[in-house]
Nanobody, 118 residues
């Protein structure tokens, strides 16, 4: 069993910054991928950013240059710095990991609300 504990969401004005964290605990041999999805009201869940074991990253076009994902393997934690936040960034942000015990499995956090106001 793997658990994800998210933190760092909240309310911020446009142009502001937030930092999301997600700590992974439980039973696994390796964490292959760590990242964040988001879902805004009435929209599909979309990938925001992901980082692989070797450090390779992927970003949604809408956040490139504004968001930065990083991971601390010693702490089994993934971070996402969100800068220059826009109204369109308002969503519930979900941490996810692909972790391996006997096989690779995707696990999800409970979600954290990010609200950007004008």
């Amino acid at each position: 069993q793997v658990q994800l504990a998210e933190s760092g969401g909240g309310l911020v004005q446009t142009g502001g910054s937030l930092r999301l964290s997600c700590e992974v605990s439980g039973r696994f041999v390796a964490i292959n991928v760590m990242g964040w999805y988001r879902q805004a009201p009435g929209k599909q869940r979309e990938l925001v950013a992901a980082i692989r074991t070797g450090g390779n990253t992927t970003y949604a076009d809408s956040v490139k240059g504004r968001f930065a994902i990083s991971r601390d393997n010693a702490k089994n934690t993934v971070y996402m710095e969100m800068n220059s936040l826009e109204l369109e960034d308002t969503a519930v942000y979900y941490c996810y990991v692909v972790a391996t015990w006997s096989r690779a499995t995707t696990y999800w956090g409970q979600g954290t609300q990010v609200t950007v106001s004008s």
